[in-house]
């Protein structure tokens, strides 16, 4: 598929699943993306089917495959931790930037994204939300202002399919009060509370993790004081809020450098700038 000169084209990993047909909506949704390819697995009943029928749009045009050529733009991928060398290896084969939805990556994978990124330009963000990374944004200027007198917890909440915890989102809400307040959370997160564990220490930051139903994602940042708490609350009620979010990386990173960035570069909240 040409795409359009003022468009970018978005290809989509994993169009059968969820987040792959709220990806779909999205871009049929923006005024500076389209459609221009999809993948799904091997055997996958929706193989060469229309993708807008796949996510219930209306016909696109595009037929789901099980993998790409160079006839796009940026790849999208929210599919999964296992399938994630596999699709680094094809972005950089088809020299193609790739944006990075995949939560509850390991180390290894971690530093799989940073080499990869000396090659192709990557987003990765643990959630694509405008809204959540806001909210990461203040979270660090919250925490900075109130000290380390004021108590941090973190509780999420999310659907009963969800295979990671505590969630990557929560997880980065705790980066943010951590290194705020100028401590490292590998060394005071506590992970859920059971049985006769003491006084809570001043520096530690809780996680609180619930499943459940289908909720699609709730993160509470709670700042307890004595006489007093703030509590900053993000919820979203729709994937196309992560969809919508993807997208709008995806035309953000079409023409950058290699270089591995995140939502704050996207969105303008990063310190640097000049990546």
Known sequence: MTTSASMTGIAILGVAGRMGRALVEAVQDSPDAELAGATVREGSQFLQAD????AGVGSTGIKAATTLDAGCDVIIDFTSVEALEANLELATR???????????????????LSDTAREIPIVFAPNMSVGVNVLIDIVGRVASLLGDTYDVEIIETHHRFKKDAPSGTALRLGEAAADALGRSLSECAVYGREGHTGERTAREIGFETIRGGDVVGDHTVLFAGLGE???????ASSRLTFATGAVKAAVWLAGKPPGLYDMRDV?????????
């Open 229 to 235: 708490r703030v509590e900053l609350t993000h919820k």
């Open 94 to 112: 088809l020299a193609r930037p790739i944006v990075i939805g995949t939560t509850g990556l390991s180390e290894a994978q971690k530093s799989l």
């Open 51 to 54: 993708v807008g029928a796949i």
């Open 267 to 275: 969105l303008g909240l990063s310190a640097d700038q000049n990546k």
